[in-house]
T-cell receptor, first 114, second 114 residues
Framework: DVKVTQSSRYLVKRTGEKVFLECVQD?????MFWYRQDPGLGLRLIYF???????EKGDIPEGYSVSREKKERFSLILESASTNQTSMYLC?????????????FGPGTRLTVT | QQQVKQSPQSLIVQKGGISIINCAYE??????FPWYQQFPGKGPALLIA?????SEKKEGRFTISFNKSAKQFSLHIMDSQPGDSATYFC?????????????FGKGTLLTVNP
């Protein structure tokens, strides 16, 4: 079974802190994605990556950056956390065409910024 | 700009009834339309997907109906069960591009009463 793990289920940070959210997948997937999920807004794509050291902006990249130094690991970075970044963050991965574009999601990290 | 519009936002159905969730898209380049199911505390998981070369796809009690001319697709859950209670997301993408990404609807919270 594909497994996507996220470093924390719950995280509380203060305004202005630098926050790292880590995601690891164990199925050698090329593509990895970071979403945020908010009530009534659905899933919105923040950043995605098609290869090591590659990154592409999603729909809401402002205030975020990412890092992909190894194929299995994709990190989301909040350079200076703000209260409007309080949200559920979901990581996903897939194999693209070879996997029928099925994305596998982690369980999410609920981040609260106070 | 919301490219995938999903309705209703919430839905309550009696056990044994039919649940219907609708989505409409704008981008005519979209050629892959998945539905994801999310239980509380879990990440979304692929439920069923369709491509525009067919008008319907059925997997067990779940059916996607697709209307290319109207740019609409819908999920039908037959004989709805309490275990189907979850949030459902439709999505769409242009899988032919090298930098494809999924655009999600805002989600539908389905409650199936026993």
């Amino acid at each position: 079974d594909v497994k996507v793990t996220q470093s924390s289920r719950y995280l509380v940070k203060r305004t202005g802190e630098k926050v790292f959210l880590e995601c690891v997948q164990d199925m050698d997937h090329e593509n990895m994605f970071w979403y945020r999920q908010d009530p009534g807004l659905g899933l919105r794509l923040i950043y995605f990556s098609y290869d090591v050291k590659m990154k592409e902006k999603g729909d809401i990249p402002e205030g975020y950056s990412v890092s992909r130094e190894k194929k299995e690991r994709f990190s989301l970075i909040l350079e200076s956390a703000s209260t409007n970044q309080t949200s559920m963050y979901l990581c996903a991965s897939d194999r693209g065409l070879a996997g029928g574009y099925e994305q596998y999601f982690g369980p999410g990290t609920r981040l609260t910024v106070t | 700009q919301q490219q995938v519009k999903q309705s209703p936002q919430s839905l309550i159905v009696q056990k044994g009834g039919i649940s219907i969730i609708n989505c409409a898209y704008e981008n005519t380049a979209f050629d892959y339309f998945p539905w994801y199911q999310q239980f509380p505390g879990k990440g979304p998981a692929l439920l069923i997907a369709i491509r525009p070369d067919v008008s319907e796809k059925k997997e067990g009690r779940f059916t996607i109906s697709f209307n290319k001319s109207a740019k609409q697709f819908s999920l039908h859950i037959m004989d709805s069960q309490p275990g189907d209670s979850a949030t459902y997301f439709c999505a769409a993408s242009n899988s032919g591009g090298s930098n494809y990404k999924l655009t999600f609807g805002k989600g539908t919270l389905l409650t199936v009463n026993p």
